[in-house]
T-cell receptor, first 116, second 114 residues
Framework: AQTVTQSQPEMSVQEAETVTLSCTYD???????LFWYKQPPSRQMILVIR??????QNATENRFSVNFQKAAKSFSLKISDSQLGDAAMYFC?????????????FGQGTRLTINP | DADVTQTPRNRITKTGKRIMLECSQT?????MYWYRQDPGLGLRLIYY???????NKGEISDGYSVSRQAQAKFSLSLESAIPNQTALYFC?????????????FGPGTRLTVL
């Protein structure tokens, strides 16, 4: 079974600075998807960015980018120019490309605080 | 209007009570999911459904049951609630097909079992 590990329960960063959230995963599959979800205090789960494992190029979405290291099974999220609205719980998630259920396997989450 | 809605948003109940959490979606997706979120554990899958006639257990289905009343509706029931079922519950939907890999989440239901 696949597992996802986020080893940083909490992180903090000064506003306008850059922060990197770590995520590692374990799988024997070669094709899969990886995601970062943001959960603000409103509790809504918001998709931040996704990465297809067969793509070597790291995904980017405005101030959010990932460092995908397939051999190391690492998928970190970099947030540049941090803003107060970035404060939230961040979850890393895995989905097999082959599994029929297409379910998400989540990490434990990292709570990000932005200091003004 | 939200694409995925959950009712109630918050619920407090007592041990032994039966409770139903409801999820509705207007996205036209055929796949629906119920997850449970606990602090330090992330989200874990309870049940999922491919369509009205196809329901499957997830990794933590014990103590729960579901009903897919229509393509747009997927309900989660706790037949006899217990305190360790206190958690945040999310419904999610997804279109079928491997190239449509985004799940859309509802706003969550916070359930407290006393």
């Amino acid at each position: 079974a696949q597992t996802v590990t986020q080893s940083q329960p909490e992180m903090s960063v000064q506003e306008a600075e850059t922060v990197t959230l770590s995520c590692t995963y374990d799988t024997s599959e070669s094709d899969y998807y990886l995601f970062w979800y943001k959960q603000p205090p409103s509790r809504q789960m918001i998709l931040v960015i996704r990465q297809e494992a067969y793509k070597q190029q790291n995904a980017t979405e405005n101030r959010f980018s990932v460092n995908f290291q397939k051999a190391a099974k690492s998928f970190s999220l970099k947030i540049s120019d941090s803003q107060l609205g970035d404060a939230a719980m961040y979850f890393c998630a895995y989905r097999s490309a082959f599994q029929g259920a297409q379910k998400l396997v989540f990490g434990q989450g990292t709570r990000l605080t932005i200091n003004p | 209007d939200a694409d995925v809605t959950q009712t109630p948003r918050n619920r407090i109940t007592k041990t032994g009570k039966r409770i139903m959490l409801e999820c509705s979606q207007t996205k036209g997706h055929d796949r629906m999911y119920w997850y449970r979120q606990d602090p330090g554990l992330g989200l874990r899958l309870i049940y999922y459904s491919f369509d009205v006639k196809d329901i499957n257990k997830g990794e933590i289905s014990d103590g729960y049951s579901v009903s897919r009343q229509a393509q747009a509706k997927f309900s989660l029931s706790l037949e006899s609630a217990i305190p360790n079922q206190t958690a945040l519950y999310f419904c999610a939907t997804k279109a079928s097909g491997f190239d449509t890999d985004t799940q859309y989440f509802g706003p969550g239901t916070r359930l407290t079992v006393l």
